[in-house]
């Protein structure tokens, strides 16, 4: 069995209690559902190997918004258990350095503050960045996983030699998904992922165009892990 499988087997019970889907959850938590709405306008980017992604653009914010859907063979509560530890994010995201990275705060068990730095020579140079990242995720009574992150300033993260980007929302929603009807096991999860950041970069288009490629096939080589 994978090792990641076993991992997150005996870390579950870090997620969060259910809430009602139409409770009293947090605006953070509704500001994800909002920008992951598949019913708003969306320009299409790509659509291939089990991955969709879409961008949308807004008149007052010069920062394009990316959604990518994909359909992970694995169960929402254990692909949830992944994405919100940071000591497992090595694992699928090829930019992502973990000698660098660390947990700064652990507010409560469903929030934390973290130092993320994304080491990105291999693509290009100069693109390395460093986000401080306020991360926040509720289980709905669904059975869904919302995770919230965005930028915030912290006291154990002081300004250094590596350019800071800047996260307007960074967001996931997990969901429980029947995959037999796509070669999937039953018990699999539908994945939509949605970022809208600033890389603080002088040729911004350029490197978002990077990010955007980069950041959304995570999930596909997270659906890789699962499927070994």
Known sequence: MFRLRSII????SKLCPSLDVKGDYSLEISEVLEAADSSAKWCKVSSQDNLKVYKRSYKDIPFELIRSVSILSAPASHVASVFTDLSLRHWY???FDRDHSRVLEKIDERTQISLVHFSASKLCSGASR???????????RNGAT?????SVQ???APLGAVKRGHIHLIG????????RGLGKPKESCKVTFVSQVDLKSDNSQWLNDIWQSVQPNTLQRL???FTR
Request: proline share 3%.
């Open 172 to 179: 996931y929603v997990i969901e429980r998904f029947d995959g």
């Open 93 to 95: 995201d090829p930019v």
């Open 130 to 140: 460093q986000f401080v990242v306020y991360r926040h995720w509720r289980t709905l």
């Open 223 to 225: 659906d890789r892990l």
């Open 146 to 150: 919302v995770i919230y992150m965005k």
């Open 154 to 156: 912290h006291t154990d």
């Open 9 to 12: 087997q005996s870390d579950e």
